[in-house]
């Protein structure tokens, strides 16, 4: 499984970015996918996830409300819609890939597969 995930940058506070993870490697049908964050001095947080086959999202509280996960099953890509941006939002941001199996619910930790991360900062 590779994700290639890409989109980050530098925005001002209240502006949007839009980050993409291109996954391929195998069927994703039965996955779950996830971004996670991780700013400096901080341990690795859940952002979002989705459920590849159906759509089911999540959402961590900070950014409900703010950010939207979505998918293309065409491109084999999903998307992470960030609006409104604040200052905490700088992290570096990772795209991962899990196995859902018999699960009904989006996990928020424990994926399998994880991409390189990018960059995202937002300035005041």
């Known amino acids: 499984v590779q994700l290639q995930a890409s989109g980050g940058g530098l925005v001002q506070a209240g502006g949007s970015l839009r980050l993409s993870c291109a996954a391929s490697?195998?069927?994703?049908?039965?996955?779950?996918m996830g971004w996670f964050r991780q700013a400096p001095g901080k341990e690795r947080e859940f952002v979002a996830a989705i459920r590849w086959s159906g759509g089911s999202t999540a959402y961590a509280d900070p950014v409900k409300g703010r950010f939207t996960i979505s998918k293309d099953n065409a491109k084999n890509t999903v998307y992470l819609q960030m609006n409104s941006l604040k200052l905490e939002d700088t992290a570096v941001y990772s795209c991962?890939?899990?196995?859902?199996?018999?699960?009904?619910?989006?996990?928020?930790?424990?994926?399998?597969?994880w991409g390189q991360g990018t960059q995202v900062t937002v300035s005041s």
């Open positions: 490697g195998r069927t994703f049908s039965n996955y779950g």
């Open positions: 991962a890939a899990t196995a859902l199996g018999g699960r009904w619910y989006l996990p928020r930790s424990g994926y399998d597969f």
